[in-house]
């Protein structure tokens, strides 16, 4: 048999990503970043309008990539919630709020002349770190301009209905002080410990404490706190800076909440952290989030059950290209790839090598 090469597109609110993906080597290659014509471009442009414009690049993109790879298929994955026939439901990052649901696997299919998978961003990551059909469960938890997550169980990644992977809307905060999420309502998980809430939280804080603000990290690099960054931040806490842990645990609380609750309503044991900020932060962001855990008390755990709750992914923004080329290598044959899990993984995975020939990407590039 050939070797079948795929075209995979991470389609994001900022940057729309296009890569060759090879099933038989598990590879990523030949990646292309180019700005996302949609509301990041055209703040002011009707839903309908910028939808086709969109779905236009999105088809302009993948037609270049395919002829000049060879590619037989193309899996696009889409921030934004898509049903199982990839019809696309909403996509405020990417043509706002509203909007008639996109048909957009069948109108690409039919432009393409090739199959088309579309899914959502975070569930194509999931298949990042599908390794077979014994794959235990997990729960993906991705933390960046947002949060979001998706469970795997058994095969399938868990959503009833299109309801699922809403932990960034999980309510923590009730009182009208409570921080503003992008979605219209108040104190919800993605507002309090995304990169853009613990932004938000650490520049209050240090409007709040001026002399603790300017003795941290924080302020000798940012005199000004209205004017730190996500990338200070990180940062300030990857140098284990007092004042910036402090901002970033308060943020933990909530999401160790989330995490145990989880785990207590289904099980589920690992727990796999991806995006912009938590990248950025590293290893120490798994860290302080096990010790949130370790304040909570998983039911049924002993500690060290409770130190291998909490993984941090790959250190790189491809989940959503690699996940759609795997899928895509498991809906049309053989099955999974070759699958390297990154240190700190449990010690039932044999690493294998896996080539990325690509850019790398950058905190500021997966901001929505
Ligand atoms: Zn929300």
Redo the contacts with the bound molecule.
């Keep these: 048999m050939a070797e079948r090469r795929f075209v995979v597109m991470d389609v994001g609110g900022t940057t729309l990503r296009t890569g060759l993906y090879r099933p038989e080597g598990d590879t990523l290659e030949a990646v292309r970043r180019t700005p996302t014509s949609g509301i990041a471009i055209d703040p002011d442009t009707p839903v309908r309008v910028l939808q086709e414009r969109v779905i236009g690049q999105i088809a302009a993109e993948a037609e270049t990539a395919l002829r000049r790879h060879g590619g037989s298929a193309a899996g696009i994955a889409f921030a934004g919630p898509v049903t199982d026939a990839g019809c696309v439901l909403g996509a405020p990052t990417i043509w706002g709020a509203g909007g008639d649901p996109v048909a957009a696997a069948d109108l690409l299919r039919e432009r393409l002349g090739v199959p088309v998978v579309v899914v959502n961003d975070v569930a194509a990551a999931v298949w990042r770190y599908v390794r077979g059909p014994e794959e235990p469960p997990f729960c993906l938890i991705t933390v960046s301009s947002g949060i979001g997550n998706k469970v795997y169980w058994g095969g399938r990644v868990l959503l009833d209905g299109g309801h699922g992977g ?1 932990l ?2 999980w309510t923590w905060r009730t009182d009208p002080a409570a921080p503003r ?5 108040r104190g ?4 309090i410990a995304s990169g853009r809430g613990l932004l938000a939280a650490a520049r209050a804080a240090g409007e709040a404490d001026a002399p603790a603000y300017r003795a941290s990290a924080l302020g000798l690099a940012c005199p000004r706190p209205d004017q730190l960054t996500n990338e200070i931040l990180a940062l300030a806490i990857r140098s284990r800076d007092p004042f910036a842990t402090g901002v970033l645990r308060a943020g933990l609380r909530p999401l160790a909440s989330a995490i145990t609750s989880v785990f207590c309503a289904i099980g589920v044991r690992r727990f796999r952290i991806i995006g912009g900020f938590a990248r950025a932060v590293g290893q120490r962001y798994a860290d302080l989030l096990t010790e949130c855990l370790h304040e909570n008390d998983c039911f049924g755990l002993d500690p060290a059950d409770i130190d291998r709750l909490v993984l941090m992914g790959h250190a790189d923004d491809d989940h959503g290209l690699i996940g759609a080329g795997r899928l895509l290598a498991r809906e049309t044959g053989n099955a999974y790839g070759s699958g390297h899990i990154p240190a700190g993984d449990t010690g039932d995975v044999r690493n294998t090598s896996h080539v990325l020939a690509h850019d790398s990407g950058s905190l500021a590039g997966e901001r929505a």
Excluded: Y
Aim: hydrophobic share 15%.
């Design positions: 809403e960034g809307h999420c992008d979605c219209g309502g919800h998980l993605g507002a």
